[in-house]
C-alpha cells in the first residue's frame, strides 16, 4: 500500500530564510511521481512542484525545489527566500504511474508553515 | 491561464437533504477527480472519471454518492441524502492525461451538514 508520511505539523520560519519540508513516502510500485500542493488559509489547493521517480535530476520551479532521495524514498521541498506569502499548508502527495494502476493521489497530513515577519 | 472552477463556494443544507456540486474542469482535459478534505484531516480521494464512466472509486464513493458529466464542460457530485460526516471541502481536479500528468484543483465547494 501506499503511504505519506509528513512529520513536522507545524513550522515557523523567518522571512527570506530558507525552509526544508520533510516528506517520506512508501510504495511497492517501480515508477511513480510525487507532487507538492500548497494550501492557503482561503482553502484553495495550488500545484507546486513535480517530481518523477525516473527524473534524474530534481525539480525546480522557481523558488520551490525538490530534493528528491530515492533510496530513502523522501521528496523533500525546499522554499528558498521565505516569503510572507508563503504561509499556508504544504501537502506532499503520491499517485502510481503505471498504465492500470490506481491513479489516485496518496496525501500526506500536511505540514502548517508560517512565516514570521 | 486555463482553470478548474467550481459552484457553489460554500454549500448549508439540511441532514437527508441532496445535494450537486459542480465543476468545470479545464477545457482539454480528459481525466477528472473528485476529493474531500473534512476540516483538520488528510485530503481523501473519492473518484475517478474517464470517457463518460467512472474508472476508480475509493471506499467513501459508496451508492450516496454519483458523478455525471452532463454536457461537454460540467464535471458534477451527487450527494443523494446527506449526512452530518459529509460535511466538508470538496475538491476537483483534472488532468490532461492520465500517469503522472499533475491534477489541478479547483478552488473547492464548503458543504456544511446541519
Known amino acids: 500500500a501506499q503511504k505519506i508520511t509528513q512529520t513536522q505539523p507545524g513550522m515557523f520560519v523567518q522571512e527570506k530564510e530558507a525552509v526544508t519540508l520533510d516528506c517520506t513516502y512508501d510504495?511497492?510500485?517501480?515508477?511513480?511521481?510525487l507532487f507538492w500542493y500548497k494550501q492557503p488559509s482561503s482553502g484553495e489547493m495550488i500545484f507546486l512542484i513535480y517530481?518523477?521517480?525516473?527524473d534524474e535530476q530534481n525539480a525546480t520551479e522557481g523558488r520551490y525545489s525538490l530534493n528528491f532521495q530515492k533510496a530513502r524514498k523522501s521528496a523533500n521541498l525546499v522554499i528558498s527566500a521565505s516569503q510572507l506569502g508563503d504561509s499556508a499548508m504544504y501537502f506532499c502527495?503520491?499517485?502510481?504511474?503505471?498504465?492500470?494502476?490506481?491513479?489516485?493521489?496518496?496525501w500526506g497530513a500536511g505540514t502548517k508553515l508560517i512565516i514570521k515577519p | 491561464e486555463p482553470e478548474v472552477t467550481q459552484t457553489p463556494s460554500h454549500q448549508v443544507t439540511q441532514m437527508g437533504q441532496e445535494v450537486i456540486l459542480r465543476c468545470v474542469p479545464i477545457?482539454?482535459?480528459?481525466?477528472f477527480y473528485w476529493y474531500r478534505q473534512i476540516l483538520g484531516q488528510k485530503v481523501e480521494f473519492l473518484v475517478s472519471f474517464y470517457n463518460n464512466e467512472i474508472s476508480e472509486k475509493s471506499e467513501i464513493f459508496d451508492d450516496q454518492f454519483s458523478v455525471e458529466r452532463p454536457d461537454g464542460s460540467n464535471f458534477t457530485l451527487k450527494i443523494r441524502s446527506t449526512k452530518l460526516e459529509d460535511s466538508a471541502m470538496y475538491f476537483c481536479?483534472?488532468?490532461?492525461?492520465?500517469?503522472?500528468?499533475?491534477?489541478?484543483f479547483g478552488p473547492g465547494t464548503r458543504l456544511t451538514v446541519l
Open positions: 477545457s482539454n482535459h480528459l481525466y
Open positions: 517530481q518523477g521517480s525516473y
Open positions: 502527495a503520491m499517485r502510481a504511474l503505471l498504465m492500470d494502476s490506481n491513479y489516485q493521489l496518496i
Open positions: 481536479a483534472s488532468s490532461e492525461y492520465d500517469g503522472g500528468n499533475t491534477q489541478y
Open positions: 510504495t511497492s510500485d517501480q515508477s511513480y511521481g
